[in-house]
């Protein structure tokens, strides 16, 4: 069985190739090119190491917060339809638990911008 290098380290050493190697040698409309490419191996790296945890701490907050068990697109949508009654007390409560989701979405997408 071939195991290694995995996906995640793959995007590691391509943000990092790109990064340390391209990016000098580059000028112009190259160096944006490579940089938005070294920043994208990075995004999915960080999601191939923290997305699963993150869709399971949403989808187990969202499921305590609505009392119901169902996958991820359904209790969102739930979600929508209970934020669109106008409940205060409940919209704060998901208020938390959206913030919550956001600052785990900001880890994978844009590190240390919630900080």
């Keep these: 069985m071939i195991d290694r290098p995995d996906a995640e380290t793959l995007l590691v050493a391509m943000a990092e190739a790109l990064t340390r190697d391209v990016l000098p040698a580059t000028k112009g409309a190259a160096t944006h090119t490579a940089r938005v490419v070294a920043n994208l191996c990075s995004v999915l790296a960080r999601e191939a190491q923290l ?3 993150a869709r399971t ?6 499921a305590e917060l609505l009392g119901r068990h169902d996958a991820l697109p359904e209790l969102v949508r739930a979600l929508d339809e209970r934020l669109r009654e106008g ?3 409940f919209e704060a409560e ?9 600052r785990r979405r900001l880890a994978i997408d ?3 911008y919630d900080a």
């Design 57 to 62: 701490a949403t989808r187990g907050a969202l």
């Design 110 to 112: 844009k590190p240390g």
């Design 51 to 53: 997305g699963d945890a």
């Design 87 to 89: 409940d205060p007390a």
């Design 94 to 102: 998901a208020h938390a638990v959206l913030l919550a989701d956001v």
